[in-house]
């Protein structure tokens, strides 16, 4: 059983930075793999970025790559998505979420765990 529980979110102009964290609680954090998801207003929830177990292996979606970055602590059972250069279409609830396939982090992928959502709102 993992449990995820994420922070970090707020208001952010144009232009600035946030980062969000995943605390993940029970003895398996560090072996599944971790992902986060995104859901605009009026939108479904999609995908943009996952990170392997390890750390080691990292993929983003073209929404993602290039601003935002995955990484995590297995130490503090924490996964962390930075975020730079915010547009106002980033705006969203942010869910990190674990499974136990990497590449079941993906849009209608088996995932096993759901954080509750962090709210990130980027003004123009």
């Known amino acids: 059983q993992v449990q995820l529980v994420e922070s970090g979110g707020g208001l952010v102009q144009a232009g600035g930075s946030l980062r969000l964290s995943c605390a993940g609680s029970g003895r398996t954090f560090s072996s599944v793999a971790m992902g986060w998801f995104r859901q605009g207003p009026g939108k479904e929830r999609v995908f943009i970025a996952r990170?392997?177990?390890?750390?080691?292996?990292?993929y983003y979606t073209a929404s993602a790559k290039g601003r935002f970055t995955i990484s995590r602590d297995n130490a503090k059972s924490t996964v962390y998505l930075q975020m730079n250069d915010l547009k106002p279409e980033d705006t969203a609830v942010y869910y990190c979420a674990a499974a136990t396939s990497y590449y079941g982090l993906r849009n209608g992928g088996p995932i096993d765990y759901w954080g509750q959502g962090t709210q990130v709102t980027v003004s123009s």
């Open positions: 990170i392997s177990w390890s750390g080691e292996i990292t």
